[in-house]
């Protein structure tokens, strides 16, 4: 028999039935929590599927109307807006972002229409969806130039606030944008135009898939490694972090997700702002896949996202955002 030795303390005896597994749970998710990402294309009456991400989709303009009253009938708070632009439409200078009739503007303009406030409209300010080259800014041999860049960000920035953007979300990592938009913003009108920084944005594979989605993947020259962070630096995340929060961002996001657990514990820890995370397309379609073919259960989604939120952020960025209904269920 099992005597005085043994421990009196039991952790078990919290875990043993589920009410008390809920009563002393530490973090949950709530729909509140999330970010859904959407992919638009030109043309009419079309839901087009990734190939390379399982359950996501391209909708035409006509078509977004079922996404978003899901989106709200869940009650996400936000959603983000992302092009695929037709090459014929790309060139070196990403001219077709500051093209007020772009996929982009258009999709703002027809949803804040119709949903006025129910929902945030969330936007990515770089060049990338729009270049013939498929890098976030201009390019200059091999290099991707920081200040011209910013000139262009600035007038895309301004360009979207117009249009009606809530949260203006520059993903493009140069130096010194945060500033140079919050000024030009304000300047213009657009106070209360939120700033969500991509600011520490790793140079990383797990990007493929959303590459693939956009239609920059084929065309995208190298890497993004004189720009994006080396994802051997987790230092370096804190230094961006601090510079952005110092230029004005309201709230900062750490990306990818999965593999970087640890800086966002650290932003979170050192910043007492917003963080968002980003849980990639890479991510999302692994996790699909192995899914879909039986290799992992389903509740893997769960137990992912609550890391998320474990690890310190306020919300996620994620695709399965639409499908919330089912994964919390
Ligand atoms: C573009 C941008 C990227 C993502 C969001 N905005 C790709 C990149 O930087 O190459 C990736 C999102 C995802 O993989 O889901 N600046």
Redesign the pocket.
């Known amino acids: 028999m099992i005597t005085g030795k043994f421990p009196s303390l039991r952790l078990r005896r919290s875990r043993k039935n589920d009410w008390s597994r809920r009563l002393v749970e530490e973090n949950n998710l709530t729909s509140n929590d999330f970010i859904l990402p959407i992919f638009l294309i030109d043309g009419k009456n079309k839901r087009l599927p990734i190939n390379s991400m399982p359950g996501v989709y391209r909708y035409t303009l006509d078509k977004l109307g079922p996404i978003i009253d899901k989106a709200i009938r869940i009650g996400l708070p936000m959603i983000a807006l992302f092009p695929y632009t037709d090459k014929k439409k790309k060139d070196a200078f990403g001219t077709e972002a500051l093209n007020e009739n772009n996929l982009v503007c258009k999709a703002i303009q027809l949803i804040k229409k119709k949903y006025k406030n129910e929902i945030g409209i969330m936007c ?1 300010v ?1 060049l ?1 969806p729009y270049t013939s080259h498929g890098h ?1 800014g201009l390019v200059n041999s091999e290099y991707v130039l920081n200040d011209e860049t910013i000139e262009v960000l600035i007038n895309q920035s301004l360009l979207q606030a117009q249009m009606g953007c809530d949260v203006i979300a520059p ?2 990592m140069m130096d010194g944008r945060i500033g140079e938009i919050r000024k030009s913003l304000d300047k213009n009108g657009y106070q209360m135009t939120q700033i969500l920084s991509y600011a520490v ?1 790793y140079a990383s594979s ?2 493929g ?3 693939d989605a956009v239609g920059s993947k084929r065309l995208l020259k190298s890497n ?1 490694k004189n720009y ?1 962070m080396d994802f051997r630096n987790a230092d370096e995340a804190l230094r961006e972090v601090a510079l952005d929060v110092k230029e004005g961002a309201d709230m900062v996001m750490v990306k990818p997700g999965l593999p970087y657990l640890d800086v966002i514990k650290l932003v979170k820890e050192n910043f007492k702002i917003p963080v968002m995370a ?1 849980q ?3 991510e999302y379609s692994l996790l699909s896949n192995g899914i879909k073919k039986g290799i992992i259960d389903k509740n893997v989604i769960l137990e992912t996202l609550i890391s998320f939120k474990r690890s310190g952020a306020n919300a996620i960025i994620s695709y399965y955002a639409d499908k919330l209904d089912k994964i919390l269920k």
Do not use: L
Request: proline share 6%.
């Open positions: 990515d770089a990338d976030d993903s493009d944005k797990f990007y898939p959303f590459r993004k994006q980003y990639v397309s890479g």
